[in-house]
C-alpha cells in the first residue's frame, strides 16, 4: 500500500469500493459531471474502472497497477480516470460489460474501458497485468499504445465507437413478439436446464460452479405443477452438495460467491448478500416439498449468518464481505489439521476432522477448506459412539472453533445498503418466517422494511443506496420492483395494509419512471437518469431477478389484489416486449417464466376473514405456509380497512369477505368457493390442491 502518502477526489465518497481507491496516486474522479466536461475541455479520452468491493482480482489490479506510481503517471497525463462501483451503478455497468464482451467475447470484474469523450467505448477488456506477461500485453503499454492513436488516428477510433455503440443499442432493442404463454416453455426450459445438470455433483455447468437459486426454485415449481422427478431429483441434488460443500461455511453458515471446482469443494470466498437472500428461498421450498429438515436447518444458519454479521444497527443489510483478509484470499475461514488438535481434545478433534474433511496435507494451498464428508450417522458408527454422542462433539467443536475464527483479522465489509438486495434479503425472512416459525427473522424483516420506507423512500422518490449516514443514487427498475415485491411480502406475512398500500403506490411510480412508451416494457434506468450513453432494458435474470421479471411478477399479483385491468394488460405487454429473447433462451428468464403460471395454472387468490387475535387465524396461516403452494397471493378482510383504506376495500378481493368469523377463502380471479371454516377443511383443500391446480 501506498501509506496514504496519496489522496484523490474519492476520498469524498461513501462507497467501500471507492474508498479502498481513494489514496491511490491516480487522480480518480467518480462518474459525474465533472469528470465527463474536463474529458471535453481536455479533449482526453476517458479510462473506465468497473468493480465492488469484495472483488478479488479488483484488489490485484489496484495493488499492481493503481499503486503502481509509473503508470498513475501515464494515466494522470493521457486520460480522465473513473472509477465506479458497480453495485451503485449498474446501469453503467450494463453497458459497458455489454461493450467489453462484444469486443472479446467475454467480460468480468475488473472491467477496464476506455471511452470518448461522448462516453462512446472503443477499447476495453477485464484485469490486466501491469507489465506484459503470460502472453498478454501489460496494463501500461496498452495505455501508451492508447494514448498515441488517440492523437495519431483520432478518425478510426471515433469510427470504432460509433460502431460499437451501435451494436450495444442492436443489442438493447429486439422487437416485441407474442408467443404461447403455456407449459410448453416450461418444458423447453426444464429440459436445457436438465441438460446442464451434472449429475455426479450436483449443480448446473461445469466449472467455475454458481447457486444459480432461481433455477432451482424454478425447476422445484416445474416439479410440482407436473411430478416430474427428474427436476426434483437436480434441484435436490443440488441444494444437498451445495451445502455439504465448502462453498457454504460450514462454522459460521452463509453461502460464498461460487466454487472454482466442479465439487463445491473450494469457493471464492466473498459473500453476497443477494446469494444469502436468495439461496434460503429455494432451500424453504425444498424443505415443504420434502419435509427434508436438513434444508430448514440450512435456512437458520444461513439467515442467522446474515443477521449476526450483515445487518446494521438501523436494520438494513450490508452489500458484502471480503474474499480476502491479511491481503489474503480465504485465509480467514481455512484450517490445518494441526490446528484444531490444539484447539479440541483428542476426540473431538478426530470427530471433527472426520466429519468436515480435515487432513494433514489440507484440500487447498496446505490447508483445509471444510465440507460434509460424511452423514452424522455414519460418521458416528465409523467412531463408534451413538449419533447424538457425535452430534454434541461436533456442535461444541464448531461454538469453540468459531470463536477462536472470530479473533482472526476478518475479511473488510462493503457496508453500503442497497434498497434492491435488502429487498430480497426482507422476501427471505419473511418466507423463513412463515415456515419457520421463528419471530427473529419477522422481526428482522419489518425493521429492515421500516428502514427503506423512512430511510430510502423520500417525497415519492426511491433511492439506491445508503452509505455513512446519506441516501443516495436514484433507484433503479430493480430497486422499485424488489421493494414492490418486498411490501407484497411483508403484506401477506403480518396483513398490515399500510404495507399493501405503498406497494401499490411505489408499483405505479415505476410504471410512471420505466415504461417504454415506445416499445413497451420496461427500461432499467428512469427517464430523469442523466449522464449516461443509453438507456438499457436489463431483460434477462442473473445473479439477482430482473426489474423486469420482478415488476411484472408485482403487476399479476396486483391484479389479483386489486383488480385493476390495467396491471394485467401492461404484465402482457411487458412479456410480450422480451417474447423474442424468452423463446430464445428460456433458461435466462427462470423469474418471468414463474410468472407465467399465473396465466394458465389458475392462481389462486386466498382471502382470511375475521378477528386476527382468534387463534384460529393463525392455525389457518401456518395450514397455508405449512405447504408448498407457489401461485397465490394472500389478504386479510380486516374490519378496519373500510375505514383505514376504504379504496383497497372495495377491491375485488375484499369485497363481501369481512366476516366475524374467522373463514378461509379460495378464488380464482375473483370467483370464490365456499368459504373453509375448519381446519380439517383446509387439509381437504391441500390434499386436492396439486390436482386442481395443473394446467
Not at 323 to 351: H, N, P, R
Not at 400 to 421: E, G, H, M, Y
Amino acid at each position: 500500500m501506498n501509506g496514504f502518502k496519496y489522496t484523490n477526489r474519492l476520498i469524498h465518497e461513501t462507497s467501500p469500493y471507492l474508498l479502498q481507491h481513494a489514496h491511490n496516486p491516480v487522480n480518480w474522479y467518480s462518474w459525474g459531471k465533472e469528470a465527463l466536461q474536463r474529458a471535453k475541455q481536455e479533449d482526453k479520452p476517458i479510462f473506465l474502472s468497473i468493480g465492488y468491493a469484495a472483488c478479488h482480482w479488483c484488489h490485484v489490479m489496484e495493488e499492481e497497477s493503481f499503486e503502481n506510481l509509473p503508470i498513475a503517471e501515464v494515466l494522470n497525463k493521457f486520460f480522465i480516470s473513473i472509477k465506479v462501483d458497480r453495485e451503485e451503478r449498474p446501469d453503467l455497468d450494463e453497458i459497458y460489460m455489454s461493450a467489453v464482451t462484444l469486443l472479446s467475447g467475454s467480460g468480468g470484474w475488473p472491467l477496464s474501458v476506455w471511452l470518448t469523450p461522448e462516453l462512446k467505448p472503443f477499447f476495453g477488456g477485464t484485469y490486466f497485468p501491469p507489465d506484459d506477461k503470460w502472453g498478454r500485453i501489460g496494463f501500461k503499454n496498452i495505455l501508451l499504445r492508447i494514448a498515441d492513436l488517440w492523437q495519431q488516428q483520432r478518425k478510426e477510433i471515433l469510427a470504432g465507437a460509433e460502431n460499437l455503440s451501435h451494436s450495444i443499442r442492436q443489442t438493447n432493442s429486439v422487437p416485441a413478439e407474442k408467443f404461447a404463454l403455456g407449459l410448453d416453455l416450461w418444458k423447453k426450459a426444464a429440459l436445457l436446464l436438465a441438460n446442464m445438470f451434472d449429475e455426479k455433483n450436483g449443480g448446473l455447468g461445469r466449472a467455475p460452479k454458481f447457486p444459480r437459486p432461481m433455477d432451482l426454485s424454478f425447476l422445484l415449481r416445474y416439479h410440482f405443477y407436473t411430478d416430474d422427478e427428474k427436476a426434483l431429483h437436480i434441484a435436490e441434488k443440488s441444494l444437498q452438495a451445495m451445502a455439504r460443500g465448502g462453498i457454504f461455511d460450514q462454522l459460521g453458515g452463509g453461502f460464498h460467491r461460487y466454487a472454482t471446482d466442479e465439487k463445491w469443494l473450494i469457493p471464492h470466498f466473498e459473500k453476497m448478500l443477494y446469494d444469502n437472500a436468495l439461496l434460503p428461498v429455494a432451500y424453504l421450498e425444498a424443505y415443504q416439498i420434502t419435509g427434508n429438515k436438513f434444508y430448514a436447518e440450512i435456512v437458520s444458519r444461513t439467515l442467522d449468518f446474515v443477521l449476526r454479521e450483515m445487518t446494521s444497527p438501523e436494520g438494513g443489510f450490508f452489500s458484502s464481505l471480503d474474499a480476502d483478509s491479511d491481503g489474503k484470499e480465504g485465509k480467514f475461514y481455512v484450517w490445518t489439521k494441526e490446528e484444531i488438535y490444539s484447539l479440541l481434545d483428542k476426540d473431538a478433534a478426530d470427530a471433527f476432522c472426520l466429519f468436515y474433511g480435515v487432513r494433514e496435507e489440507g484440500n487447498w494451498e496446505g490447508k483445509t477448506v471444510l465440507h460434509l464428508t460424511l452423514n452424522e450417522s455414519a460418521a458416528a458408527k465409523k467412531l463408534g459412539i451413538s449419533q447424538n454422542a457425535f452430534a454434541e462433539k461436533i456442535k461444541k467443536a464448531q461454538k469453540k472453533l468459531l470463536r477462536v475464527r472470530q479473533k482472526r483479522s476478518a475479511p473488510s465489509i462493503d457496508n453500503k445498503i442497497i434498497t434492491a438486495w435488502n429487498s430480497l434479503m426482507i422476501i427471505a425472512l419473511c418466507r423463513a418466517y412463515q415456515t419457520l416459525g421463528q419471530d427473529r427473522y419477522l422481526s428482522a424483516a419489518k425493521k429492515a422494511v421500516d428502514f427503506l420506507l423512512n430511510k430510502m423512500y423520500i417525497d415519492g422518490k426511491l433511492y439506491r443506496i445508503y452509505g455513512k449516514g446519506k441516501r443516495q443514487r436514484p433507484g433503479y427498475l430493480s430497486d422499485y420492483a424488489l421493494l414492490t415485491a418486498a411490501l407484497l411480502e411483508i403484506y401477506m406475512t403480518v396483513f398490515d395494509a399500510r404495507y399493501l398500500i405503498l406497494a401499490v403506490e411505489i408499483n405505479d411510480l415505476a410504471l410512471d419512471k420505466f415504461w417504454d412508451r415506445q416499445a413497451q416494457g420496461f427500461f432499467f434506468t428512469s427517464v430523469d437518469q442523466k449522464n449516461i450513453l443509453m438507456r438499457t432494458r436489463n431483460e434477462f435474470d442473473n445473479v439477482i431477478p430482473s426489474g423486469n421479471s420482478m415488476a411484472i411478477r408485482n403487476l399479476f399479483a396486483l391484479y389479483q389484489f386489486t383488480g385493476k385491468k390495467e396491471y394485467k394488460d401492461r404484465a402482457y405487454q411487458a412479456i410480450f416486449a422480451v417474447g423474442a429473447r424468452v423463446k430464445r433462451s428460456p433458461i435466462g428468464f427462470p423469474v418471468l417464466l414463474s410468472s407465467l403460471e399465473t396465466i394458465w395454472a389458475k392462481a389462486k387468490e386466498i382471502v382470511l376473514s375475521g378477528n386476527r387475535d382468534n387463534p384460529l387465524f393463525d392455525q389457518f396461516l401456518a395450514k397455508i405456509h405449512e405447504h408448498y403452494f407457489p401461485n397465490k397471493i394472500i389478504g386479510w378482510a380486516d374490519p378496519k380497512l373500510q375505514r383505514s383504506h376504504p379504496e383497497a376495500a372495495n377491491w375485488p378481493l375484499f369485497v363481501g369477505k369481512f366476516k366475524d368469523d374467522v373463514q378461509m377463502f379460495i378464488c380464482e380471479n375473483f370467483t370464490c368457493h365456499a368459504p373453509l371454516t375448519s381446519i380439517a377443511d383446509i387439509d381437504d383443500f391441500f390434499h386436492n390442491y396439486r390436482a386442481t391446480t395443473k394446467p
